[in-house]
C-alpha cells in the first residue's frame, strides 16, 4: 500500500472504526469500562446503529484477541508506540486477520484516523508501513499464534488459585466469546435456541436481542446460564419472603418473582435501579424496589436472601473482554472486605431457619471459597448446605471441598461455555447472629 488518497469506499467504514479507537483508548488509556461509555456522551453516542455495532464489535475483538494482536505486532515495533498508535494498529491485526478485510481498505481508513489527533498524527506513517506488511503475511502466522493470555496482574493470582493449565483452559474459553442465553417465564414466546439441562434457553449468533421472538411479549431476560443458577439452588416457593440485597439490573430478582416469591429487590443504585423498574414492566413481574445501601438496611427478617454481592466480575470476561485492561486490581481488597461485611450483615436479616445465598460472577477464589470459609470461622452457628446444590444440570464435580459450588468460564466448553461464578448456600442453625 502507497500513501495514497483514501478512496470513499475504504472510508466508509470510518466513523465506526473511529469511535472503536476511541473505546479502545478508553479502557486503556483511562481505565474505563465499556459499559460506562455507552452513554450519550461516548463515542457511540452518534453512530447509526449498524456503525455503533461494528464499532463495539471491533473494539470487544480487538481486547479479546489483544495479547497475540501485541504478539504480530512485536517484531514491527522498535520500542513501544503511544498506546493511541497501538490501539489504532491492534484494530488492524484484527480486522484483517479475524474480521478478514482486506488490508488497502483498513490500512487507508487507519491512517485517516492516525492523522486526525494530535496524539496519533506523528504514527500515520508507522500505521501505513506496519498495515502494509501486515497485509502480506499470511493467515497461518496469525493462526499459530498462542491463545491470547490475561494480562500478568490477573493471570499471576489465577494461577495461584488454579495452576497453569487451568488457566489457559479459562483463556481459551475467554478467546471464544459467549452465545446468548434466556431464563424465562413458563409459558413465554422463546426464540429458536437449545435448551440446556440447568433450564436457560442458549442461542448462538443472536444478533440483535429486541428483534428475538417473544422479546416484546416479555417472557424472557437475557442472564447466562451460570447466573441463573443462584436462585435455582435458592429455589423460592411462592409467597416466600426474599431479599435481593444487590438486585440490579434484576435478572435473578425476576427469576425469583416468576417462581412466585415475595420480593424485595434493593440496590445502592439509583441508575440501575430504574432498569430493574423497567425490566419487571417489561416481563410483567412485581417485587418491591428499594434503593438503598445494603449496610444500612433494616427490616423484619426474611425467608431466604440472595447476596449477589459487588466483585470484580472476573467470572465474565469471556463477554467482557475490556475488564483485563480497564482493571489493575487495586481496588479488589476493598471489594473482598465489603463483601465480607455484606455476608455479615445479611446473617442478621435472615430468619433463624432461613437460607442466604451468597454469588458471585469471580473466579477469584477471595470472592468464593475464602470468603466462605471465613464466614464459617467468623460464625461458629454458620453451616454450608451442600446439597442445596444438587439441581438439574449441577455436575457434583464442581462443588468444592467446603461445599460451594465453583463454576469456572472453561467449563461446558463443547457447549459454548458458561460465566464463572461461585455460589454458597449458607444456614444458621436456629439463632441469628
Ligand atoms: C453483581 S451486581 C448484581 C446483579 C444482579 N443480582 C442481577 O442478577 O442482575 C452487584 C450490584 O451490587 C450493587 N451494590 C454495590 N454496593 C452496594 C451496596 N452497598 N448496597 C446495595 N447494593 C450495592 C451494585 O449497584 C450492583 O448493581
Given at each position: 500500500?502507497?500513501?495514497?488518497?483514501?478512496?470513499?469506499?475504504?472510508?466508509?467504514?470510518?466513523?465506526?472504526?473511529?469511535?472503536?479507537?476511541?473505546?479502545?483508548?478508553?479502557?486503556?488509556?483511562?481505565?474505563?469500562?465499556?459499559?460506562?461509555?455507552?452513554?450519550?456522551?461516548?463515542?457511540?453516542?452518534?453512530?447509526?446503529?449498524?456503525?455503533?455495532?461494528?464499532a463495539q464489535r471491533l473494539a470487544t475483538n480487538t481486547l479479546r484477541h489483544m495479547d497475540r494482536a501485541d504478539r504480530l505486532l512485536g517484531p514491527f515495533l522498535r520500542s513501544r508506540p503511544a498506546s493511541e498508535v497501538?490501539?489504532?494498529?491492534?484494530?488492524?491485526?484484527?480486522?484483517?486477520?479475524?474480521?478478514?478485510?482486506?488490508?488497502?481498505?483498513?490500512?487507508?481508513?487507519?491512517?485517516?484516523?492516525?492523522?486526525?489527533?494530535?496524539?496519533?498524527?506523528?504514527?500515520?506513517?508507522?500505521?501505513?508501513?506496519?498495515?502494509?506488511?501486515?497485509?502480506?503475511?499470511?493467515?497461518?502466522?496469525?493462526?499459530?499464534?498462542?491463545?491470547?493470555?490475561?494480562?500478568?496482574?490477573?493471570?499471576?493470582?489465577?494461577?495461584?488459585?488454579?495452576?497453569?493449565?487451568?488457566?489457559?483452559?479459562?483463556?481459551?474459553?475467554?478467546?471464544?466469546?459467549?452465545?446468548?442465553?434466556?431464563?424465562?417465564?413458563?409459558?413465554?414466546?422463546?426464540?429458536?435456541?437449545?435448551?440446556?439441562?440447568?433450564?436457560?434457553?442458549?442461542?448462538?449468533?443472536?444478533?440483535q436481542v429486541t428483534s428475538l421472538a417473544g422479546f416484546t411479549e416479555g417472557g424472557w431476560w437475557v442472564q447466562d446460564a451460570s447466573a441463573a443458577l443462584p436462585v435455582a439452588i435458592l429455589a423460592p416457593k411462592a409467597g416466600e419472603r426474599v431479599l435481593d440485597l444487590c438486585a440490579a439490573p434484576g435478572g435473578k430478582t425476576m427469576q425469583l418473582a416468576a417462581a412466585g416469591a415475595e420480593v424485595t429487590a434493593l440496590d445502592?443504585?439509583?441508575?440501575?435501579?430504574?432498569?430493574?423498574?423497567?425490566?419487571?414492566?417489561?416481563?410483567?413481574?412485581?417485587?418491591?424496589?428499594?434503593?438503598?445501601?445494603?449496610?444500612?438496611?433494616?427490616?423484619?427478617l426474611y425467608d431466604a436472601i440472595l447476596l449477589d454481592a459487588p466483585c470484580t466480575a472476573t467470572g465474565t470476561i469471556r463477554r467482557h473482554p475490556d475488564l483485563p485492561y480497564a482493571k489493575d486490581g487495586g481496588e479488589f481488597p476493598e471489594l473482598f472486605k465489603l463483601q465480607e461485611n455484606m455476608i455479615d450483615h445479611a446473617l442478621s436479616l435472615l430468619k433463624p431457619d432461613g437460607r442466604l445465598i451468597y454469588c458471585t460472577c469471580s473466579i477469584l477464589l477471595d470472592e468464593g471459597e475464602i470468603q466462605i470459609e471465613d464466614a464459617l470461622k467468623r460464625h461458629p452457628n454458620l453451616s454450608?448446605?451442600?446439597?442445596?446444590?444438587?439441581?438439574?444440570?449441577?455436575?457434583?464435580?464442581?462443588?468444592?471441598?467446603e461445599g460451594g459450588l465453583r463454576i469456572r468460564p472453561d467449563y461446558w466448553a463443547d457447549r459454548g461455555g458458561m460465566d464463572g461464578f461461585y455460589i454458597a448456600v449458607l444456614r444458621q442453625n436456629g439463632e441469628s447472629t
Open positions: 500500500m502507497s500513501q495514497q488518497t483514501p478512496n470513499s469506499a475504504s472510508l466508509q467504514g470510518l466513523p465506526a472504526r473511529r469511535a472503536a479507537v476511541q473505546l479502545l483508548n478508553a479502557v486503556t488509556v483511562e481505565q474505563r469500562l465499556m459499559s460506562e461509555l455507552m452513554g450519550p456522551k461516548g463515542p457511540l453516542a452518534k453512530l447509526e446503529a449498524a456503525d455503533r455495532a461494528r497501538h490501539n489504532i494498529l491492534r484494530l488492524a491485526v484484527v480486522e484483517i486477520f479475524v474480521e478478514g478485510a482486506p488490508s488497502h481498505g483498513v490500512g487507508n481508513a487507519l491512517v485517516t484516523i492516525a492523522r486526525e489527533e494530535r496524539e496519533t498524527t506523528h504514527g500515520a506513517g508507522m500505521v501505513n508501513a506496519i498495515v502494509r506488511r501486515l497485509g502480506d503475511m499470511p493467515m497461518s502466522d496469525w493462526e499459530k499464534l498462542p491463545v491470547p493470555r490475561l494480562p500478568k496482574w490477573l493471570r499471576k493470582p489465577l494461577i495461584g488459585d488454579y495452576g497453569k493449565a487451568t488457566v489457559e483452559a479459562m483463556e481459551l474459553a475467554h478467546s471464544k466469546g459467549a452465545p446468548l442465553d434466556l431464563s424465562f417465564k413458563e409459558g413465554a414466546i422463546l426464540p429458536e435456541g437449545t435448551m440446556l439441562e440447568t433450564g436457560s434457553l442458549r442461542i448462538t449468533d443472536a444478533g445502592i443504585s439509583e441508575a440501575r435501579m430504574a432498569r430493574v423498574s423497567e425490566n419487571l414492566t417489561r416481563t410483567g413481574l412485581n417485587a418491591e424496589i428499594v434503593v438503598a445501601d445494603a449496610m444500612e438496611f433494616k427490616s423484619e454450608i448446605d451442600r446439597a442445596a446444590l444438587e439441581v438439574q444440570g449441577v455436575d457434583p464435580a464442581w462443588i468444592s471441598k
